[in-house]
């Protein structure tokens, strides 16, 4: 059995230092909404707190900003990153060398205005799922040459048996003024690829986007670091140059937008080192 996990919007994907843990820090920026999406037909024996999250057409969409959550369940410690996800995904080390990952995003922290929600796993393998319409480039780095950049991450995994739990935890304050960590197990069913001759594998999402386009939102990946590391930014240049690599994600903007890394809702994904 496998599970999808789909990664959309302004995430970057950090492997933790000294841990097995690979994990989507989800950015605080402006409009931007964090969500956990799970279709609601894959859902085991929800409880009276999930059912009475909102929906959206077939999905159960949970707020995320302020939460952290841990996928249980998978096979495996280590989560491979596939070579054309790392090609694809711009590594902030080589962009930056000289920043240092901050205490908040190893301890889980929630920062408001600057690190939104969190999301661990351990094995499974992370893949491109989508392109940006153009390539990219860093001028005067590694990253020069031009290339096709992800925008949404697919993360797969093989599952230990029929489901996946998701650990949802998030700090709430009490009627009494004390504080509290609100906690709530989520299973999800896995499946079988229709390839294999199974019905599917249930996709859940964990997108943080906003729902119109907003520009100049790159340089937000920066929060992950300790004081953004603000010397050491450097904006991504949009080429002329098409991405031929498929599927590309939907664009919201003009074409001749050409001044940020994502004209469009989806935001590049980025990765920590």
């Known amino acids: 059995m496998k599970i999808f996990i789909i990664f959309i919007g302004l995430i970057a994907q950090v492997n933790q230092p000294m841990s097995f843990d690979n994990t989507a ?39 995320l900003k302020g939460a952290a959550v841990r ?7 280590f989560s491979d990153l596939r070579r054309n ?4 995904s711009p590594g902030l080390k080589t962009i930056a060398p000289g920043c240092k990952l901050r205490d908040e995003v190893r301890n889980r922290q929630i920062v408001p205005d600057e690190l939104a929600a969190y999301v661990d796993f351990r094995g499974g393998h992370l893949f491109p799922h989508a392109y940006l319409p153009k390539k990219l480039s860093f001028t005067g780095t590694a990253l020069e040459e031009p290339r096709c950049t992800v925008c949404r991450t697919r993360y797969e995994a093989e599952l230990r048996g029929n489901h996946v739990t998701l650990v949802f935890k998030k700090k709430v304050t009490n009627p009494d003024g004390t504080a509290a960590i609100e906690t709530h197990e989520i299973a999800v069913a896995g499946g079988r690829p229709k390839e294999e001759g199974g019905a599917g594998v249930p996709e859940i999402q964990i997108s943080n986007k906003p729902p119109h386009a907003i520009e100049h939102h790159f ?9 953004k590391c603000a010397s050491e930014q450097l904006p991504p240049v949009v080429t002329s140059e098409k991405c031929t690599i498929g599927p590309i994600c939907e664009q919201h903007a003009a074409e001749d937008t050409t001044s940020v890394a994502d004209p469009g809702d989806d935001c590049t994904i980025v990765r920590h080192p």
């Open 71 to 77: 996928v249980t369940g998978t096979r495996g410690v």
């Open 219 to 227: 340089k937000v990946h920066y929060n992950i670091y300790v004081g």
């Open 25 to 63: 820090v989800l950015l605080d920026a402006p409009d931007h909404e964090a969500r956990l999406i799970i279709p609601v037909q894959s859902l085991i024996n929800p409880d009276e707190w999930l059912k009475k999250q909102p929906t959206n057409g077939p999905n159960v969409e949970i707020d």
């Open 85 to 88: 996800f790392t090609d694809a």
